[in-house]
């Protein structure tokens, strides 16, 4: 069964720290994305990658960045956290068929 | 750029009721539109796409109808259950299948029993 596996489901950081949040998927999918997700704002996308060692820019990628080490695992990195962050975090792949990315959990995010 | 928009944020419905939540869109050429369900605690659920003018996605009992005339892929549903309280999201992806999708803000459907 198609899976996308985040962690940690939720944290709590201090601002100015380091956040580090991880996504793994086993569903041979090419393309992962990063969303935040805030009240008002639905979902938006922050970075993507579509091939190992690669990451894109989303539409709202200041103050992040992303890793791709392979192509199971996608990685989101708040180097100085900051309030404005705090939000729900969803990664997500891609279906090679129907084309509509396949949600994990989400983390949600307090930042203090 | 492309957009969604869900003019209702949140839709208040007795069960047994007929449902109906707006989606409009705004992008060139033919893009796919696709529906969301997201439960409380979980992440958004995929629940169809449509890619054509008139095409018709469905699931679960929910339908939409891709209307390229009036830019819009209403989500409908005959006879909605409590059970189909949740946030549904309409969303936007450009008609060469590239990268992303583009989100609407989300409609907030509560069921009373």
């Known amino acids: 069964e198609a899976a996308v596996t985040q962690s940690p489901r939720s944290k709590v950081a201090v601002t100015g720290g380091k956040v580090t949040l991880s996504c793994h998927q086993t569903?041979?999918?090419?393309?992962m994305y990063w969303y935040r997700q805030d009240t008002g704002h639905g979902l938006r996308l922050i970075h993507y990658?579509?091939?190992?060692?690669?990451?894109e820019k989303g539409d709202i990628p200041d103050g992040y960045k992303a890793s791709r080490p392979s192509q199971e695992n996608f990685s989101l990195i708040l180097e100085l956290a900051s309030l404005s962050q705090t939000a729900v975090y969803f990664c997500?792949?891609?279906?090679?068929?129907?084309?509509?990315?396949?949600f994990g959990e989400g983390t949600r995010l307090s930042v203090l | 750029g492309d957009s969604v928009t869900q003019t209702e944020g949140q839709v208040a419905l007795s069960e047994e009721d007929f449902l109906t939540i707006h989606c409009n869109y705004s992008?060139?050429?033919?893009?796919?539109l696709f529906w969301y369900v997201q439960y409380p605690g979980e992440g958004p659920q995929f629940l169809f796409r449509?890619?054509?003018?008139?095409e018709k996605g469905s699931s679960r009992g929910f339908e939409a109808t891709y209307d390229k005339g009036t830019t819009s892929f209403h989500l409908r549903k005959a006879s909605v259950q409590e059970s189909d309280s949740a946030v549904y999201y309409c969303?936007?992806?450009?008609?060469?299948?590239?990268?992303?999708?583009?989100f609407g803000t989300g409609t907030s459907l509560l069921v009373d029993p």
């Open positions: 997500a792949s891609r279906d090679n068929n129907n084309q509509a990315p396949l």
């Open positions: 569903n041979n999918h090419d393309y």
């Open positions: 990658s579509y091939v190992a060692d690669s990451t």
């Open positions: 992008a060139s050429g033919y893009p796919a």
């Open positions: 449509a890619s054509r003018d008139k």
């Open positions: 969303a936007l992806g450009p008609s060469n299948m590239g990268y992303k999708l583009t």
